[in-house]
């Protein structure tokens, strides 16, 4: 997938960043130890003398097994520093740097091909383009009241509205902690101020935390930069982006002004979504048959043919607030 200039330049300012780092601490160690014991400073004398050494020998056809002799004095020095670095607490047995990537050495290629966890820094880059992140910063499960939900028993549900949402947060809670690409799609309805945002949004932050590439944004923005891009406007393969990243988190379905150009990107993005397996957490106020109205057949059933429901009950959050804050 081609990603955009900006994405590129945060995904390999990270990568360079870690094997910045990573060097920047193996110096680091080795400046102290080395100042500590001065033995280990000889041992990385002689270690790089063995270098100019061997290759004398190889080109001196190995005389009189030089070549074996020097590498088993190499070795020897190997684990001597190994000795001295373990027994004077220090994890490892070597200065080398301890890249995050073994495979590529934090450079994001492997023999010439893009490395995997550059191909994944790339794709989290993309996601936090796409995604309003700032409002998931300060979003999480602990952070969900359910002292905002009424205690006394609604006939409907037989039981309080606090309980009844203590279950759809455990439930949201243990979905996040257990995300798999190819789980379940969630589907969050009820009416609006009743903290169906903060769910999705903890869910985001959670699923995010775990290093899943996961896009979170209200639909009518997001069918904004759809159209932009469609319409050549702005460049971007946001289409991409939201079929094929690990979670979608589609808040507010139903808020979005509806064109026949709204209609069939959320279809295309929906439908593709589940041919391929992958999850999407859809917020909305909409019953299925109002979907069903406002949407048609294809999307509506799309919906609740491979969604788990999870109807959000209780009073409108943001007023319970507002009253507090005047009472
Ligand atoms: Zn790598």
Do not use: W
């Amino acid at each position: 997938m081609a990603y955009d200039e900006k994405v590129v330049r945060a995904a390999r300012g990270r990568l360079e960043k870690r094997r910045r780092d990573a060097e920047t601490s193996a110096a680091a160690l080795r400046e102290r130890m080395c100042g500590e014991i001065p033995r280990l400073r000889e041992i990385e004398r002689e270690k790089a003398a063995a270098i100019p050494e061997l290759t004398h020998a190889i080109l001196a056809g190995n005389a009189d097994g030089a070549v074996e002799r020097i590498q088993q004095k190499n070795l020897e020095l190997q684990q001597e520093m190994a000795h001295i670095l373990r027994s004077n607490g220090c994890d490892r047995d070597n200065f080398e740097p301890r890249y995050t990537c073994t495979k590529c050495g934090d450079t994001g290629y492997v023999n010439g091909a893009v490395c995997d966890c550059y191909r994944r820094l790339l794709q989290e880059e993309a996601c936090n383009a796409l995604s309003g992140l700032s409002a998931m910063r300060l979003t999480d499960f602990a952070s969900l009241r359910l002292d905002y939900y009424d205690n006394a028993v609604d006939p409907k549900l037989g039981v309080s509205p606090r309980e009844h949402m203590r279950d759809i947060i455990d439930y949201c809670r243990d979905y996040t902690a257990a995300f798999t690409p190819h789980g379940d799609s969630l589907l969050l309805q009820g009416a609006t101020g009743i903290g169906k945002t903060h769910l999705c949004l903890a869910i985001a932050r959670g699923v995010t935390e775990q290093g899943f590439g996961v896009v979170y944004g209200s639909v009518q923005p997001l069918i904004r930069r759809l159209e932009a891009e469609h319409f050549g406007r702005e460049q971007g393969s946001s289409e991409d982006q939201l079929i094929t990243c690990d979670l979608l988190v589609l808040d507010d379905l139903g808020m979005e002004f509806d064109t026949p150009f709204s209609r069939a990107c959320l279809y295309n993005i929906l439908n593709a979504r589940l041919l391929e397996g992958r999850p999407t957490v859809v917020s909305t106020n909409l019953s299925i048959s109002a979907m069903k109205e406002r949407y048609g057949d294809q999307i509506a059933s799309r919906i609740s043919g491979g969604f788990v429901p999870l109807l959000c009950v209780g009073n409108d959050i943001r007023q319970i607030i507002r009253r507090q804050s005047l009472g």
